[in-house]
Nanobody, 121 residues
Framework: QVQLVESGGGLVQAGGSLRLSCAAS???????MGWFRQASGKEREFVAA????????YYADSVKGRFTISRHNADNTVYLQMNNLKPEDTAVYYC???????????????WGQGTQVTVSS
């Protein structure tokens, strides 16, 4: 089992950048890792994922070219670098771990508590 804690959210102007962090209590090398988000009144959606060794990454079309997922298995941390942020990126962002393969359709087995990202226009 793994516990996930996100940090790094906040308020930023459109065009700005934020880096989210996800610290895990266990060894993330056992898991595919991903980020999801949920905007107010909408369903949770996939954002990005990285395979166990980080060699493969996956992104939602809406964030391709702007967001980058990375993972440091040695310190059990996953990051989401978000550049050129847009107001439509406003959401609660969740870190997730899957026992299965990382992909755009990954099923998360573990979730963090979420961190709010707000992008002002």
């Amino acid at each position: 089992q793994v516990q996930l804690v996100e940090s790094g959210g906040g308020l930023v102007q459109a065009g700005g950048s934020l880096r989210l962090s996800c610290a895990a209590s266990g060894r993330i090398s056992r898991y595919g890792m991903g980020w999801f988000r949920q905007a107010s009144g909408k369903e949770r959606e996939f954002v990005a994922a990285a395979s166990r060794n980080g060699g493969s990454t996956y992104y939602a079309d809406s964030v391709k070219g702007r967001f980058t997922i990375s993972r440091h298995n040695a310190d059990n941390t996953v990051y989401l670098q978000m550049n050129n942020l847009k107001p439509e990126d406003t959401a609660v962002y969740y870190c997730a771990a899957t026992r299965g393969p990382a992909s755009t359709t990954m099923t998360a087995n573990y979730w963090g508590q979420g961190t709010q990202v707000t992008v002002s226009s």
